[in-house]
Structures are given as structure tokens and as C-alpha cells.
């Protein structure tokens, strides 16, 4: 296999801190709506946008929608259990906590992902990944905040969205080189909006201003955008060469909470993120020197 060019490489971290500000918009849009919508209404809306969107940009692409077959239907369909779980406890986490708090605890998924690893897919994890996983979970609870009023509602949604999304992404990794980008957005997309739509029907609340249609709009138009710069970029780069990148999710986080509502992230739920940051940041760093070894 050819190595990417130096060219290629910088598109990868464009698309990837492209992908990262699209995500951080839809995370500020999203806890806007929770404000006036319902979690289930605001998860089918953005989904309905992003199928339309897969659609006409693969028409437009391939003049065939025949390109959307896939052989993996199945493992389609399990893994939109996860993203659905994922979705809803994040969204309604934002009901809860400040944006960059909601985000420094979900930084916690690449622990889970390296932690569950081997029970999952029997992959083997060295000593000092495991160092870095309890080290990780160390700026877990930091963030958590457990000793100012106990591990609040929001906190404990925003955990378990970072361990429902390892387990989406420990389940996608078999796919890896075998399915196409375009069909892991798309059917990830429809069979999750297929199992929201019924508790959206049931929760539904027809926006109320020309204002809340545009969020609704911007929010499923961010969640296509940055999906398509993620794929994107993970088509030529690697993990361990984009995953600081993802970290700016925070600077965006504080930017964001910050205009919109004031807010501020503690010191604590900071140094929280930067030990999470620093245990994940060198996991991405071990998982490069294995592949690596590994290569021929």
C-alpha cells in the first residue's frame, strides 16, 4: 500500500479539525433545542437531514444509489442500537451541564475503547496502555466533580454516552477496510432514525419561530458536515496522527458556552479533561508504535 503524500496528510488534519468544529456547532445547536424540544425530536430531525444529505451528495457523486449496497446490513443494524443510545444520553446531558463539562467527560471514550478492547475483540493490551486507561479514569472522576454535589444526573449520562460510543466504535472496527465510508454514514444514519422516530412522533412539538427551524436545519446540516470531514480524514490519516485534533472539541466547547450562555468550565472539570487528554493522547501514541512493530 502506497504511504500518503505530505499533501495528503494535511487534508487528512483539515478535514479532521474541520469535522471537530462542525461536531462542536451541532453540540452548541443541540443543547439550544433542549431548552424548547424534546431529546427524541431533536435526534430524528438531525437524522432525517443527514440521510437527505448522504443521498443527494452520493447521487450527485455516483449518478446511482445502487452504491449504497452493502454486504453488512446486520452489523449495520446492532451498531444503530449503540448510536442511538449514544445520541440520546448526550443530548440529554446537555439538558444538565455546560457544554465544555458535557464534553470533557465524553472524552472518555477512547479509555473505554482501549479498556474493553480485549474482552470485545480479543485484542491484547499492554501494560502501559492499562497504565494509561487508570490514569485516564483518575481525570475521570476529577471531571465527574463527585465531592462538590455528588456525580450529578448529567455526568452520569455523559459517561455512559462515552462508554455506549466505545462499544459503537469497537463493533465498527471489523468492518475496517471492507465497507465503504459513505454506507457506514448512511445506514448508521437510517436505522437509527428509523428507531428514534416513533418516541420523536410521540414527543413532537412543531418549532415555534423562524428561528428554531433554522437551528433545527443547522443542527442535521453540522452533524453531515462533520461526518463527511471524519470520514475524510480517517481515510488517509491515522488515529494516532488525528486524535489531538479532536481535543480542540474543548477550546470550541468553552468558545461556544461561553458566547451563548456565560458560561465557564471550572478548574476542576479542566484538569480533569487534561489528564483524560494526556492518558488517551499517549494510548493513540502506543496503538502507532504497535501497528508499527507490527507492520512489515
Same mark, same amino acid.
Given at each position: ?233 480517517? =481515510? ?49 501514541? =502506543? ?10
Amino acid at each position: 500500500m502506497t504511504a500518503p503524500t505530505t499533501k495528503a496528510l494535511y487534508q487528512a488534519m483539515a478535514f479532521m479539525a474541520f469535522g471537530v468544529f462542525w461536531f462542536s456547532v451541532l453540540d452548541a445547536v443541540t443543547k439550544k433545542l433542549t431548552e424548547g424540544y424534546g431529546t427524541w425530536q431533536i435526534s430524528a430531525t438531525s437524522r432525517f437531514i443527514t440521510i437527505c444529505a448522504v443521498l443527494v451528495i452520493t447521487l450527485h457523486q455516483h449518478r446511482n444509489v445502487l452504491v449504497l449496497r452493502s454486504s453488512f446490513i446486520k452489523t449495520h443494524m446492532l451498531r444503530s442500537l449503540f448510536i442511538v443510545a449514544t445520541t440520546w444520553t448526550f443530548f440529554e446531558c446537555l439538558r444538565y451541564l455546560e457544554l465544555a463539562d458535557a464534553i470533557a467527560i465524553a472524552f472518555a471514550a477512547p479509555l473505554f475503547i482501549t479498556a474493553m478492547s480485549g474482552p470485545i475483540l480479543g485484542e491484547k493490551v499492554g501494560w502501559r496502555r492499562w497504565t494509561a486507561v487508570v490514569v485516564g479514569f483518575v481525570g475521570v472522576v476529577v471531571a465527574l466533580e463527585p465531592g462538590r454535589h455528588g456525580v450529578s444526573w448529567g455526568a452520569l449520562l455523559a459517561l455512559i454516552a462515552a462508554i455506549t460510543y466505545a462499544i459503537g466504535q469497537l463493533w465498527l472496527r471489523p468492518l475496517a477496510g471492507r465497507e465503504q465510508g459513505h454506507n457506514i454514514v448512511f445506514y448508521g444514519t437510517l436505522f437509527s432514525g428509523l428507531i428514534v422516530l416513533g418516541p420523536a412522533i410521540h414527543e413532537w412539538k412543531w418549532p415555534v419561530n423562524a428561528v428554531d427551524w433554522m437551528l433545527f436545519l443547522v443542527q442535521g446540516s453540522c452533524s453531515t458536515l462533520g461526518q463527511i470531514c471524519m470520514v475524510r480524514a480517517f =481515510r488517509v490519516g491515522e488515529a494516532s496522527l488525528l486524535a489531538p485534533f479532536e481535543y480542540t472539541a474543548l477550546v470550541w466547547a468553552g468558545l461556544l458556552g461561553y458566547l451563548i450562555w456565560g458560561d465557564v468550565p471550572t478548574l476542576q472539570v479542566l484538569g480533569g479533561a487534561a489528564i483524560i487528554i494526556a492518558a488517551s493522547l499517549y494510548i493513540a501514541h =502506543r496503538e502507532a508504535v504497535k501497528r508499527g512493530a507490527a507492520a512489515p
